[in-house]
């Protein structure tokens, strides 16, 4: 068996292997699945009236729904066959393991910098490795890869409720508090119009439709109806008609997303939950994991500023959103709740418990993880259960 038989047989068992571990926890929807109750988790964010409800089982039917070649799906170069696919943990909605990580990659000259986009652009399929002869985007001078987690969808519809406003108010740039964190907004033009980057590790989306029509063409390589933003694939090349999904199932689907409820706390009574969340203030989490942003419908618990902050040294290798604030090492804060059922963690998922996550923040984040690090391992456990029950 030559090298590049071992390879190609090699990776067709690592994608084999992949996807029937993305099937375990995978949950099935069909007519017969239950609705959570209002505010559970994977359940409906308000009470639905009977032509919502319909509408939302719809929805999350069509968030379910395995793509074909013969509907549209853009095989080989995929990431999934569906929204459920990535989105699974621990619900449907949810966010996803390492074994649906994503990749992307660029060069930056060997880690001398700086860091430069090659032909093709970022993405790479994670069914097929980037130097995959006959890609387009392969390139021999690719040698920076960086994997990227799925992040958690639900109570995104409540996210799309803050203001630009409420999320710029947070802004400080230039550290004028003193507190080592620089957290920036991510402008976005629209049609001319700049509006605030609230979703994506780097801020690249503004709304929760945006969010869909973005992960359907770059996902699963379904096109979408044209609503003027800039999101989505509008056509393909193959033989199916574009858009290869229809705009009631698109609504459909994204009423299902909207009206998704934010995932609830745990519900532990132990008194050192409380004391863990007087010590998250304390040391400083609270500074980007903001507890509450003010929504149009009322306070958003979501522990997330919204805001680009580089966590990461100075030698670290990444990507970047060249010509934006979203250079190497910077991340939207990720929002905390759900955070005790979507496990790993940071923007690769290179940390694999909540004490993992904290040490590795650095740059900005380092005065808070010196603070937690000074703490009583009494007072550290205090922390990470309350962090638990999130």
């Known amino acids: 068996m030559n090298n590049t038989t071992f390879l190609n047989t090699g990776l067709l068992l690592l994608i084999s292997t992949l996807l029937v571990i993305s099937g375990v926890n995978a949950e099935i929807i069909d007519d017969d699945t239950p609705v959570p109750p209002v505010g559970a988790m994977g359940g409906p964010d308000r009470v639905l009236d009977a032509n919502e409800l319909e509408q939302w089982i719809r929805g999350r039917k069509v968030f379910d729904r395995d793509w074909t070649q013969a509907q549209g799906l853009g095989t080989p170069d995929l990431n999934a066959d569906s929204c459920r696919?990535?989105?699974?943990?621990?619900?449907?909605?949810?966010?996803?393991?390492?074994?649906?990580?994503?990749?992307?990659f660029g060069m930056d000259n060997g880690g001398a910098g700086p860091f430069q986009?090659?032909?093709?652009g970022q993405v790479a399929s994670k069914l097929r490795r980037p130097d995959t002869p006959g890609r387009e985007d392969a390139d021999p001078q690719a040698d920076v890869f960086e994997q990227r987690q799925t992040p958690n969808t639900l109570g995104l519809g409540l996210i799309d409720t803050i203001s630009d406003a409420e999320v710029l108010s947070h802004e400080d740039p230039n550290d004028n508090d003193g507190d080592g964190c620089r957290g920036v907004a991510r402008m976005i033009d629209i049609a001319g119009v700049p509006e605030v980057g609230k979703l994506g590790w780097k801020a690249q989306v503004p709304t929760v439709s945006d969010f869909l029509r973005d992960a359907l063409g770059g996902e699963t390589g379904i096109t979408?109806?044209?609503?003027?933003?800039?999101?989505?694939?509008?056509?393909?090349?193959?033989?199916?008609?574009?858009?290869?999904i229809s705009t009631d199932?698109?609504?459909?689907?994204?009423?299902?997303?909207?009206?998704?409820?934010?995932?609830?706390?745990?519900?532990?009574?132990?008194?050192?939950?409380?004391?863990?969340?007087?010590?998250?203030?304390?040391?400083?989490?609270?500074?980007?994991?903001?507890?509450?942003?003010?929504?149009?419908?009322?306070?958003?618990?979501l522990y997330s500023d919204l805001l680009l902050h580089d966590i990461y040294p100075d030698d670290f290798r990444g990507t970047a959103d060249l010509g934006t604030p979203a250079g190497v090492g910077f991340y939207k804060t990720p929002p905390l709740w759900g955070v005790r059922v979507t496990a790993p963690y940071l923007h690769d998922g290179r940390a694999t418990t909540l004490e993992?996550?904290?040490?590795?923040?650095q740059d900005e984040a380092q005065q808070v993880t010196a603070a937690y690090q000074a703490l009583s391992e009494e007072e550290q456990d205090a922390l990470l259960l309350f962090l638990s029950d999130l």
């Open 117 to 120: 986009d090659l032909p093709g």
């Open 224 to 244: 979408v109806p044209d609503d003027g933003r800039g999101f989505g694939m509008l056509s393909d090349a193959d033989s199916i008609a574009d858009p290869e």
């Open 356 to 361: 993992d996550a904290i040490l590795l923040h």
């Open 249 to 301: 199932d698109f609504s459909d689907m994204l009423f299902f997303a909207v009206h998704l409820a934010y995932p609830p706390r745990g519900g532990n009574t132990d008194p050192q939950v409380l004391v863990g969340e007087a010590l998250f203030n304390t040391v400083g989490c609270a500074v980007c994991h903001v507890p509450v942003l003010q929504g149009s419908g009322g306070p958003v618990p």
């Open 85 to 104: 696919s990535c989105h699974q943990t621990p619900i449907i909605g949810g966010a996803g393991g390492l074994d649906v990580n994503v990749m992307r």
